[in-house]
Structures are given as C-alpha cells and as structure tokens.
C-alpha cells in the first residue's frame, strides 16, 4: 500500500490503516510505503502496522500542513511537481522490493509512484482515488504560472493513470470527477467507521471545560482547506447570531489558521468560535458528543467525519458537492445543504435549534443508519474482492500474450 505521508489525523490516512489491519486480521499479508511519518498520524494504529519510510529526495511538501504560505512558498508550489512530488514518487516506486501480489496506492500523487513500481514489481495496481488532482477540477490552478505547468503535469499523470488496472472511488461524486479527468469508470466502495469510542463518550467535560454549558454547540471537523470550506460555517454562525446569542461553533482541524480568524473577527463572531488542533481519537469522540450539530459544507468527494457524527447521533448538515450527501435522506437521518449554502445552512441549523425533539429524531436515525450499513469489516472484504477480480485478470492477461508470443 502506498500513501504520500502519514503526518496528520485525516480521514484519507485512517481509511488507509484501518483497511490495513482489517486486510491483516482476514489473513494477507501488508505492508505500507511512505515518503514520511511522525507520531501526529494515529500511532495507536500505525505501532499495529509495518510501514517503510522510504528515503526520497525531497519529502518537505509531505510534512508539514501547518506552514504558512508566503510568496516564495506558492512560486514553488507551482513547480512542486517536477521539484519534489515527481522525484519523490519516482523514489519511492522503486525502492518497493518485489514479492507482492498486488500494489493498492492512495492519494495523489502515489499513482506516480505505482506506475514505477508496476514496471518493476509486475504486479497490478488498484488505485483507491478519493480525490482526483485539484488540477483537474480548481480553474484556480490554471491561472498564471499554471497555463505553462499544468499541461505537462497532467499529461505524465494520464500516462500513468493508464497503467492503472483498477480504480476505486467512495462516492458518485467521486466517480464522476474520475471518469472527467481520466475517461476512466470506477468501483464505487464506501469506507467504514469505527464506533467504539464515539458510543462511550458524553462530552460533559468538553462543555464545561469551554464554558458551553448552556449553549448550542455547533462541529465542524477536517484540516483547514479551501474545498472543506469552514468560512461557510463562520458566515452561517454570524447569520443565526444575530438571532441566537448562545451558539458557537467548534472548528477541528490541523491547518494555517490565521484568515478563518481574521474572517471570525470581521463577522464580529471570533467569541463564538473555538479551534482545536491535534485531537486524539478519545478528545475527538468528546467533541463529537458535546455538538448538538454536525455542519459540513465541504466540496469534497467523500467525509469521513459526516459518518462519525451519524455514529454519534448528531444531525448532520452536508454540502450536496460532498459524496457523503449521497447517503442523507433529508430529514430522517440529516439535511442536504443546497445553495446558497451559508443561508440554507443557517435556517435548516435553526429548525435544530428550537426544535429538540427534531434533532433528537434526526441524531437516533442516523446512528441506525451507520450501524446497518457502515463498518470497516465490510469495507475491507469489499475492497479484498476488487483485489482478488484485479489479480486474477491481471494473470489471465499476462497468460493470454504469453499464449499469443508464444
């Protein structure tokens, strides 16, 4: 298996360990390659694990997600394709021995070093693409330095896409931005969630801790990007203020922080708002059960965290642009944010607020939801099954030019 870095709690690197030890518990052998690792990532799921951290010329853009952006960091942004993810990923590809059955890479840009490995390995790929290079969807990207990159940049990525023999998305939203930016279909598998300790947690001592006792807690979780979109949950919290003198809202998330803070200040909010960094899985389930709503308005193609607040009976709020919105059944088990999504957020987060019964309703359905029909046993010997179906065509093809050369 092979993942860019595991130096954040992100949802990516929690499906990515979780399918390793449940992969490892039906009885295959795993193992993970990575440009880096510290203790940040889930060290009580990566000490169950073996994972080589494979020395790579320049490993600086996988480190750090809390680095500030100047100018100087944004020009070389531009060109970090050909300075630091290609050498890396050419590096890591190589350096994966031989004797493995089948190469599962992760996120971008390790279907890269996949497509180095396959030459040398002879072994087939299946890629778990959870999101496709912001490249192919941000128009953002494109402009300046990006005319003259970008091009380029996609055209080795397409090439070693096709390289690719399987590829797995988590949602419709997911498949769909594949199938845009390659022409490629995918094997929809929805990830799991894991249960145990947002079932056990109260959140009594996170309320009184932050002094919430008495107000509405709004949650959001996930690093602080622009496609995770929390100034649409500062904008909605200063729309149900002027209304509501006692909700805040908890940000969750690793990240440069300073323009959500300065956006807090504007809106006259930054009281209301509370950011936390480097949870543990045991601080996030408080989090979880001290909310009294889950907020979501991420463009993004899965959200792992959608599911850990269904698990832990909270009505959630998700953007129609993130694939866990497939999952919602507007008002059973949660709301869809349609647009304007900072407006719509705010009235369907004031049905909540003055209508208890309704989000107690809401919270109970979704946690059955999850319980019937998410898990990570599932999930697993889903993407075993995408494994075996990949191996054996893989042979079958290798037998058929054989037969043919022959």
Request: hydrophobic share 40%; aromatic share 8%.
């Amino acid at each position: 298996m092979l993942h860019p870095s595991l130096t954040l709690r992100g949802g990516a690197e929690r499906q990515l360990l979780i399918l390793a030890i449940e992969l490892e518990r039906m009885g295959h052998e795993v193992e993970i390659f990575t440009c880096a690792i510290n203790d940040n990532c889930y060290p009580e799921l990566t000490r169950q694990l073996t994972i080589n951290r494979v020395k790579t010329p320049d490993t600086g853009s996988f480190q750090n997600i809390n680095q500030k952006r100047t100018l100087s960091s944004r020009l070389a942004g531009r060109f970090k394709g050909y300075t630091s993810d290609l050498p890396s990923m050419i590096a890591l590809g190589k350096k994966i021995p031989k004797g493995f059955d089948v190469i599962n890479n992760q996120n971008s840009p390790t279907q890269w070093a996949a497509f180095f490995a396959k030459r040398k390995l002879d072994a087939p790929i299946v890629w778990n693409c959870n999101e496709p290079p912001f490249y192919y969807s941000d128009p953002k990207q494109r402009r300046g330095l990006g005319k003259i990159n970008l091009p380029l940049y996609e055209g080795f990525d397409k090439i070693a896409v096709d390289y690719i023999d399987s590829i797995v998305s988590v949602s419709l939203v997911d498949s769909r931005r594949i199938e845009k930016a390659y022409g490629r279909s995918s094997k929809i598998v929805r990830p799991g969630v894991t249960t145990e300790l947002l079932l056990k947690a109260s959140g009594k001592e996170l309320r009184i801790k932050y002094g919430l006792e008495n107000s509405f807690v709004l949650l959001q979780v996930g690093n602080i990007a622009r496609d995770k979109r929390q100034c649409d949950s500062l904008i909605a919290l200063h729309y149900l203020s002027k209304k509501h003198d006692n909700v805040r809202l908890i940000l969750v998330g690793q990240g440069p922080r300073d323009e959500l803070m300065a956006l807090s200040r504007k809106l006259g909010v930054d009281k209301k708002v509370l950011f936390l960094q480097n949870c543990s899985d045991e601080e996030l389930a408080q989090v979880y059960a001290a909310c009294d709503a889950f907020v979501f308005p991420a463009q993004i193609t899965w959200g792992l965290v959608v599911i850990e607040a269904m698990v832990a009976s909270k009505p959630v709020l998700v953007s129609r642009e993130a694939g866990s919105s497939e999952i919602i059944q507007e008002g059973q088990n949660g709301f869809v944010i349609e647009e304007p999504y900072t407006k719509n957020m705010a009235a369907k987060i004031e049905k909540l607020i003055t209508d208890p019964d309704l989000r107690r309703r809401i919270g109970n359905n979704a946690y059955e939801y999850t319980k019937e029909n998410l898990s990570w046993e599932i999930y697993a010997k889903n993407m075993e099954t995408v494994f075996e179906k990949t191996i054996a065509n893989f042979r079958k093809s290798k037998l058929r030019q054989f037969s043919f050369i022959s």
